[in-house]
T-cell receptor, first 114, second 114 residues
Framework: GAGVSQSPSNKVTEKGKDVELRCDPI?????LYWYRQSLGQGLEFLIY????????KSGLPSDRFSAERTGGSVSTLTIQRTQQEDSAVYLC????????????FGPGTRLTVT | KQEVTQIPAALSVPEGENLVLNCSFT??????LQWFRQDPGKGLTSLLL?????REQTSGRLNASLDKSSGRSTLYIAASQPGDSATYLC?????????????FGKGTKLSVIP
């Protein structure tokens, strides 16, 4: 079946603009995660959605970052007033039910803020 | 706080050699451990998930072992091939209350020389 998909694959934006990144999880997976991978850094957790429960937003680096998940499926990560330090690869993952289940990752969105 | 370490950061081997990648974690109360592969500019591909109750998990030329008590896991790759060249990451689910992220090591970059 289809894996996790993300769009766009690449995004170049000017400092100060808002961007939206999209994630389509594996069908039937109720858990969805966003991570960020900066050059030379490890993977940084951003946010976790599980079904209809309140999301775990503990990893969001600032209030410029927000995410939503509509209908328990597609998720959108929004970064407002982008800054150069936001440049990174944003990865989305999904798992069947819980965070301890095997996580499957999408190809990522490479964001470059100029 | 769980910390995951992978040593070495980079490894270069000739084709055909067997090799071992190491992963250590500070909190042994883990639920499972997952090994991933990441090709340059790509997302993560799940290789193996080994449950805390298991000692080993095998897939093709890959074998992952887990020793919870010592806080270590190894990924053994048999008869390495140039196509195995990638960065290998290990990750464990965070075991703290109310948080649902994977904690990743920074990875081992493997180069298999033809």
């Amino acid at each position: 079946g289809a894996g996790v998909s993300q769009s766009p694959s690449n995004k170049v934006t000017e400092k100060g603009k808002d961007v939206e990144l999209r994630c389509d999880p594996i069908s039937g997976h109720t858990a969805l995660y966003w991570y960020r991978q900066s050059l030379g850094q490890g993977l940084e957790f951003l946010i976790y959605f599980q079904g209809n429960s309140a999301p775990d937003k503990s990893g969001l680096p600032s209030d410029r970052f927000s995410a939503e998940r509509t209908g328990g499926s597609v998720s959108t990560l929004t970064i407002q007033r982008t800054q150069q330090e936001d440049s990174a690869v944003y990865l989305c993952a999904s798992s069947l039910v819980r965070h301890v289940d095997e996580q499957y990752f999408g190809p990522g969105t490479r964001l470059t803020v100029t | 706080k769980q910390e995951v370490t992978q040593i070495p950061a980079a490894l270069s081997v000739p084709e055909g050699e067997n090799l071992v990648l190491n992963c250590s974690f500070t909190d042994s109360a883990i639920y499972n451990l997952q090994w991933f592969r990441q090709d340059p500019g790509k997302g993560l591909t799940s290789l193996l998930l080994i449950q805390s109750s298991q000692r080993e998990q095998t897939s093709g030329r890959l074998n992952a072992s887990l020793d919870k008590s010592s806080g270590r896991s190894t990924l053994y790759i048999a008869a390495s091939q140039p196509g195995d060249s990638a960065t290998y990451l290990c990750a464990v689910p965070y075991s703290g209350a109310g948080s649902y992220q994977l904690t990743f090591g920074k990875g081992t970059k493997l180069s298999v020389i033809p």
